[in-house]
């Protein structure tokens, strides 16, 4: 079965030992809006975090929104 964004999210934070604050200094995103894209009751991400995070993880945009 697939892994949805909020799974492919945590889990790559996971692998990289890292905290949510930890990110947050990382990426300059907010601590809050990183914890709701790896929530259950997930809602959207802005285009502006989705490459950010992409970036940082050095993996695609499609890649996080499951397309690859």
């Known amino acids: 079965m697939a892994l949805t964004i909020q799974e492919r999210l945590k889990d790559l934070r ?3 030992g890292l905290t949510l604050g930890q990110l947050a200094e990382q990426t300059h995103l907010s601590k ?8 259950d009751d997930f809602k959207d ?4 975090a989705l490459i950010r995070l992409a970036k940082f993880y050095g993996v695609t945009a499609d890649y996080l929104l499951g397309l690859a």
């Open 45 to 48: 991400i802005s285009h502006y």
């Open 14 to 16: 996971v692998e990289r």
């Open 32 to 39: 809050s809006a990183l914890g709701s894209y790896e929530a």
